[in-house]
């Protein structure tokens, strides 16, 4: 039995740079994993047939059968490793769904990452996210953790210095968002990007001023293309942000194609006090910290 963190990503820069033919977008963006985690835990009985059994806490509206990425996952794994067995997947739920937070991909990272330890890692970690990458663009990412710069339509990853330690809320109210909506959106804002946008070096200074401890100055350059087009149809964005600004906040902005939202503040107790007033407000929020790549 194995049981993996499955942190979620927030995204410090995210910008949409072009749309390729077969509908794929070309992103530039520096993703973080957080301590924020479901936990998951993996059993595996070989045996002569397959069968996943996957069963969860804490959320009942994820579903629990082959619409779960972590469920497509095994079956995935297995498949390509050449074994049969049934596979236990347990998951408690903690990080919100359609939040943009990569919690399914997540999930499903962690499932990879187990299942490869239970078999005696017949796959490299180069090999495990190229299998990953056929479920879901942010799975790659999901597998490594850590500070990551991701180009092309996720696959293009950079591991790249760990966001400074500070205490992060992540925060998210209302509906949720679909990712293909969200992009269908910038999509009409931007003329389905048939021009690519300009790429400026917004990401390079960002990494710049992380990497020489100047959490501050980076903030100033965080981006999310996404802020231009949901915030409108979902007003908790702009509220969220807010109310964490007005706590403390150094900076706040929209995770992924949201809606949730993160703050990067400078101490525990502006984070810890900002964190209850937005649960007051009926917000779902959590105190967390960025974390390192997972042990390989
Ligand atoms: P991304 O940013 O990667 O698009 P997200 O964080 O916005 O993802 P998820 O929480 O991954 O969104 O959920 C998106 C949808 O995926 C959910 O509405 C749910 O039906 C489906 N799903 C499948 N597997 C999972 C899982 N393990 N956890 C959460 N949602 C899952």
């Known amino acids: 039995m194995r049981t993996e963190r499955a942190n979620a990503k927030i995204?410090?820069?995210?910008?949409?740079?072009?749309?390729r033919e077969n509908g794929y977008h070309?992103?530039?963006?520096?993703?973080?994993?957080?301590?924020?985690c479901d936990l998951v835990t993996v059993d595996f009985y070989p045996s002569e047939s397959t069968r996943i059994v996957l069963s969860a806490s804490g959320n009942s509206a994820m579903p629990t059968d082959c619409r779960n990425l972590a469920w497509r996952a095994a079956e995935l794994y297995l498949r390509e490793v050449g074994r049969q067995g049934e596979v236990r997947i347990f998951i408690e739920k903690h990080i919100p769904m359609a939040a943009g937070l990569a919690g399914g991909s997540s999930d499903a990272a962690a499932v990879l990452r187990a299942l490869n330890h239970l078999c005696g890692s017949p796959l490299s970690t180069e090999a495990?996210?190229?299998?990953?990458?056929?479920l879901g663009a942010d799975i790659p990412f999901c597998i490594v953790g850590g500070g990551s710069l991701v180009t092309g339509i996720g696959d293009g990853l950079e591991s790249v210095e760990p966001m400074p330690d500070c205490p992060l809320v992540v925060a998210c109210m209302g509906e949720g968002v679909s990712t293909p909506w969200a992009y269908g959106k910038l999509d009409e804002l931007h003329d389905n990007f048939a021009e690519d946008r300009p790429q400026t070096n917004t990401h390079s200074v960002i990494l710049n001023e992380m990497k020489e401890g100047r959490l501050s100055e980076a903030c100033k350059h965080f981006f999310n293309l996404f802020e231009e087009v949901v915030p409108a149809e979902q007003p908790y964005v702009n509220r969220l942000k807010a109310e964490m600004v007005a706590g403390g906040a150094i900076c706040s902005m929209m995770s992924g194609s949201g809606p949730s939202v993160f703050g990067v503040f400078s101490n525990e107790d502006d984070a810890a006090a900002v964190c209850q007033t937005l649960r007051a407000m009926g917000a779902s929020a959590f105190v967390c910290h960025p974390c390192a790549k997972y042990p390989i």
């Open 11 to 19: 995204n410090l820069y995210l910008d949409v740079v072009g749309r």
């Open 26 to 36: 070309d992103l530039v963006s520096i993703m973080q994993t957080v301590s924020l």
């Open 128 to 134: 495990l996210c190229a299998l990953g990458a056929r």
